[in-house]
């Protein structure tokens, strides 16, 4: 059974945690101006305890005790009304055992975030049933310039429960954070239609090589009748193109993959090095994908702008827009 939070409004409050990387390695630029992009929106932000630069480890990250925490106290809060991620990582997958889902399926609310955080979203999601959102980090909108599409689409989805998703005019792979002035920005194409087709479902998915560490656990979502899956991957976890040949096929080898009805895939980064062509090869080359409709280049993942999808809602796909609501 899907359980649906609340959505936000001028006035809530917002948790900011750090169930991966510390947060001692966003700059203070990056942090002031998310503070106020948030306060623009009418919404308070605080920082969970244990989200402080003190907690940084040799993996640049903190104990599992204190993350989950953070967690635990975020949901448990009846002030907050949305937590996000200030930034993704390698381990969030370490927390999932340690999470309190009764708190969290009784004090159902927003948690927002993407890459690392794949696995804290499906776990929460396979098991409580709350929809959870795969979007931007907190991090993610300190970005200065060519935020607007993110920030529009957050918006959205999140105060409004529903977006009309279109392709970005434009895109970057740049370093923004370390410069936020000096910026690269790259004319879209638009979407690389694969296989044409529509279809409807439910949300399943993130980043790919993340995804896939669930596969076999107790925290593994399972594919509802009707799922659109949406995976991405990022250019450090991709050794090259063969890596994501060879996870996305252990994905479609899954028992429950007959339920996937159409496959959104987002934008390589520049590092990552795969080409449409090379893409598509890849594409058909596995058979259980052969027969439904398939859309990449699109605007989620590790390049931004940063479209929000609603893991556990709706999600309508056609060749010139998507439709997700919760």
Known sequence: MTIKPQPLKSGDEVRVIAPSTSIKIIGADTRQIAKERFEALGLKVSFGTNTTDENFDMMASSSIEKRAQ????????????????????????????????????????????????????????AQTGLTCFYGPHYSSIGMLKG?????????????????EITASNQWSDDTWFLDQENREFIDNEGWWILHS???????????????????????QTKFAKDTILMLEDCHYSLMDDKEFLRNLQAIAQREDFSNVRALLIGRFQKESKVSRDKLEFIINSI???KNIPVIANMDFGHTTPIATFPIGGVCEVSEDKIKVSW
């Open 287 to 289: 058979p259980q994908i």
């Open 70 to 125: 953070d967690i635990n106290d975020a949901f448990a809060d009846p002030n907050v009304k949305a937590i996000f991620t200030i930034i993704g990582g390698f381990n969030s997958n370490q927390l999932l055992p340690f999470l309190d889902y009764d708190t969290i399926r009784n004090n159902p609310k927003i948690i927002c975030g993407y890459s690392d955080i794949t696995a804290l979203l499906n776990g929460i999601y």
């Open 197 to 219: 087709g529509n279809a409807k479902g439910e949300l399943s998915g993130g980043n790919l090589c993340t995804y896939i560490l669930l596969n076999g656990t107790p925290f």
């Open 147 to 163: 935020n607007e599409y993110t920030l529009d689409i957050m918006q959205q989805v999140l105060f409004n429960r529903k977006a």
